[in-house]
């Protein structure tokens, strides 16, 4: 038993003067209220009560002891009360990252809509496709773009990113278009780093419901969606890229869809963080706003722009 137990225990029986109504208002047995005191008493190697047949006293040692236990079930109380009170409070920081392709412009609107409705409560943004973003202990709250998760974190799921394979139409005129995802063997293709990389390779036809995995000739990997980008428009190789990041440079005719007809696992959206106990009201606040706005469709997921442009400059070179 712990010791902040006893001294509750030990209190309970020296203001009843008595282990019966002790153990009745404790709604604990009376051999284990008993049981309590005398392991309390040798580890302090004192004689905190007097029994006899008729009732319980306090020794003087006894009497000093029961003091200075109130004492610390009296700061115990009020450091519960204290931390009850914050947690349930919608005020403080969060510290809360993000991919940076996902796009600071993207994302501030929707922070600013939380902030408005909770004025006491500061965000503190971080932009980065780090994976370890959670592992300094520094971050409240993580929007993770991925395939899996690390086991240690708790996810909630709010969307998914449809993915394709593209190529440019360079790439493709000098090694041809692969029909089927086994030609891809032939091919260079640029590919995810992280963990799952290797599942968004994965492809289903959604008529003959095949399934296939081919063997890669990884000519680039990387663990950032726009250095992907960026070496599938330079003509480095296939790459599988979000649709809604490469649809754009499909218009512009500097990409071309490869293997439109099969499907790639489209990797999920996450809202992830540490701990599901003691989480403060204002994290569990936030992710409940952001949740909303992904459930009503209005939200972009990732952007292309200046990130993409200096890593294609950087491969150049």
């Known amino acids: 038993m712990d010791r902040l137990k006893a001294l509750e225990i030990f209190a309970a029986v020296a203001e009843r003067n008595s282990f019966t109504r002790a153990a009745a208002s404790l709604d604990l047995s009376t051999p284990v209220v008993t049981r ?76 600013a809509g939380f902030m408005a409705q909770h004025p006491r409560v500061r965000i503190d943004l971080v932009m980065g496709d780090c994976a370890d973003a959670m592992e300094d202990g520094g971050v409240d709250l993580a929007l993770r773009i991925a395939q899996v998760l690390p086991d240690d974190l708790v996810a909630r799921r709010i969307g998914e990113v449809p993915m394709g394979v593209y190529a440019a139409p360079g790439y493709l005129r000098t090694r041809g278009l692969p029909r089927h995802p086994d030609e891809l063997a032939g091919h260079d293709c640029v590919v995810h780093s992280g963990p799952g990389g290797g599942r968004a390779w994965q492809f289903s036809h959604p008529v003959t419901q095949e399934r296939t995995q081919p063997v890669l000739r990884q000519a680039l990997r990387a663990n950032h969606v726009e250095a992907l980008m960026a070496a599938a428009l330079l003509g480095q190789g296939l790459a599988v890229l979000p649709r809604v990041l490469a649809d754009p440079a499909v218009a512009r005719g500097e990409l071309q869809p490869v293997l439109a007809a099969w499907n790639c696992p489209a990797p999920g959206i996450f809202l992830a963080y540490r701990e599901r106990q003691h989480q403060p009201l204002r994290v569990r606040k936030l992710i409940d706003h952001l949740a909303e706005a992904f459930d009503s469709g209005d939200v972009p997921l990732l952007q292309a722009g200046a990130a993409v442009q200096r890593t294609q400059a950087a491969l150049l070179h």
């Open 36 to 111: 309590a005191v005398q392991e309390l008493e040798q580890s302090l190697g004192l004689r905190l009560l007097q029994r006899s047949t008729r009732r319980v006293s306090l020794t003087r040692e006894g009497e000093a002891a029961l003091a200075r236990a109130r004492g610390v079930i009296g700061a115990y109380a009020a450091l519960m009360h204290s931390s009850r009170q914050h947690g349930a409070e919608m005020a403080g920081d969060i510290r809360f990252s993000a991919p940076a392709s996902f796009g600071a412009a993207r994302l501030a609107p929707l922070l």
